[in-house]
């Protein structure tokens, strides 16, 4: 079982940042992507980016060059740095944590994100 709990989550104007952590405990030794997705009221939920087997990293267009996501193994912990912030980015975040062995998906409750423009 893997637990994650976000934190970082809060409001910002436009052109702020934020910093999201996801901190893992639990068995994360078979967990081989670890994402950002998030979910705008009345959207669906949506991916933000994602690292896979620690070593390619993905982001979703509408983030790329603004957001950055890395992760310290040290901490089991994984960030989302969000710089040039945009009103369109406010949403709930979440971490997911997937185990291709088992097709098992692990989540974090969430943190808002509210940008005002």
């Known amino acids: 079982q893997v637990q994650l709990v976000e934190s970082g989550g809060g409001l910002v104007q436009a052109g702020g940042s934020l910093r999201l952590s996801c901190a893992a405990s639990?068995?994360?030794?078979?967990?081989?992507?670890m994402g950002w997705y998030r979910q705008a009221p009345g959207k669906q939920r949506e991916l933000v980016a994602q690292?896979?087997?620690?070593?390619?990293?993905n982001y979703a267009d509408f983030v790329k060059d603004r957001f950055t996501s890395s992760r310290d193994n040290a901490k089991n912990t994984l960030y989302l740095q969000m710089n040039s912030l945009k009103f369109e980015d406010t949403a709930v975040y979440y971490c997911?944590?997937?185990?291709?062995?088992?097709?098992?998906?692990?989540w974090g409750q969430g943190t808002q994100v509210t940008v005002s423009s």
């Open positions: 997911r944590f997937h185990v291709p062995l088992s097709s098992v998906d692990y």
């Open positions: 690292i896979i087997s620690g070593k390619d990293t």
């Open positions: 639990g068995s994360t030794f078979r967990v081989k992507i």
